[in-house]
């Protein structure tokens, strides 16, 4: 099986909440990119778009992407590379490196949902997200804007999985099942 499910897709999916639960389930480390560059940078990601840009954020990420996909540390039990769950950005795939530095090391699993209910969790969430302030829009105009944007990257992605009426517990096995089928064909010789 690969060493690593890269969990991607747009704000709102769910990638932080299911990306630790997946992790638990597998008994692998949680790495979240945004938490990289965060800690790397020593501000928010909201503030570093504020104070620096969109354009230098897309550095510090592609920065922290490159890092986690060198990682030449080994597995204690079965020696192959280290397993991971890594959780981008989403805006990560967007990016030509990000994308095939991704796909080098492992599966990426790319959670959507519907806009609308991308729109009612960014609008019930606390977190502060610069990419939709972008405009002055309503939040389900630039949702969709954004998404559009972004579809051919998203596209890309070796499986999506739609979270849009899941629960966290069921999104997990979802995205475990999506990333387990997936990563089983990608390492079995062809018939």
């Known amino acids: 099986m690969t060493p690593k499910l890269i969990l991607t897709g747009f704000m709102a999916t769910g990638k932080s909440s299911v990306g630790p639960m997946v992790a638990r389930r597998l008994g692998w480390e ?63 795939l967007v990016d030509d490196s ?13 959670l959507t949902a519907r806009p609308e209910v991308i729109a009612a969790r960014v609008e019930r969430s606390k977190t502060k997200r610069p990419k939709l302030t972008e405009g002055g829009k309503p939040t389900l105009e630039r949702v969709k804007e954004l998404m559009r944007e972004r579809a051919d990257a998203y596209a890309r992605a070796d499986v999506q999985v739609d979270s849009s009426d899941l629960t966290v517990e069921q999104l997990t096995d979802h995205v475990i099942a999506a990333f387990g089928a997936h990563a089983a064909r990608r390492v079995l010789p062809p018939a």
């Open 30 to 92: 949680f790495v979240d990119v945004d938490h990289v560059i965060v800690a790397r940078a020593g501000k928010p990601v909201a503030r570093i778009f504020a104070d620096h840009g969109e354009a230098h954020f897309r550095h510090l990420e592609r920065e922290a992407v490159a890092h986690l996909t060198s990682d030449q540390r080994r597995c204690p039990h079965c020696h192959g590379p280290h397993p991971e769950v890594i959780s981008t950005g989403g805006g990560a």
């Open 98 to 110: 990000n994308c095939a530095a991704l796909k080098r090391v492992g599966v990426i699993v790319c």
